[in-house]
């Protein structure tokens, strides 16, 4: 089963003292060591570079983008059918934001149907289920 990861997990484990560091840390440790199968997108590698440039990060944000693609070197594309599978979800599930949607639709469009991430907005979504972060 491949896991797709969110932009939260590497943030995170970036960041300063939080609870959710040490959870993202044991998850990306077991992604790095194959005993997990995972994958992200182009529009996760996006996000993780506009959140640290808008905060005047530019450095960091080159930093944790190479360190989460050489964990996770499996990036999907997003692309015109995931667009328009990110509409359609937009429509039928009206209080999830356009990221997780667009996130979503990248993953059934590829078959995957697990999201490592702290985001609960995932589980409105149909076809998508979060893993459990917590030991």
């Known amino acids: 089963m491949t896991i797709f990861v969110d932009s939260n997990l590497p943030m995170y484990v970036a960041g300063s003292a939080h609870p959710n560091k040490e959870p993202a840390e044991h998850f990306l440790e077991e ?3 194959g005993r997990i ?10 996000e993780i570079l506009y959140r640290y440039c808008a905060l005047g990060y530019v450095d960091l ?3 944790v983008y190479e360190l989460f693609v050489e964990i996770c070197p499996v990036v999907l594309p997003v692309t015109l059918a995931d667009t328009e599978r990110c509409r359609d979800l937009l429509i039928a599930v009206p209080k999830v934001g356009v990221r997780d949607s667009l ?3 990248v993953m059934l469009n ?7 991430t702290f985001d609960r907005g995932f589980d409105a979504i149909p076809g998508i289920e979060r893993v459990s972060l917590v030991s």
């Open 61 to 63: 944000a080159a930093q």
């Open 31 to 33: 992604v790095r060591s």
């Open 110 to 116: 590829n078959g995957v149907s697990s999201i490592a």
């Open 103 to 105: 996130h979503a639709a």
């Open 37 to 46: 199968d995972a994958c992200t997108s182009t529009e996760v590698l996006q």
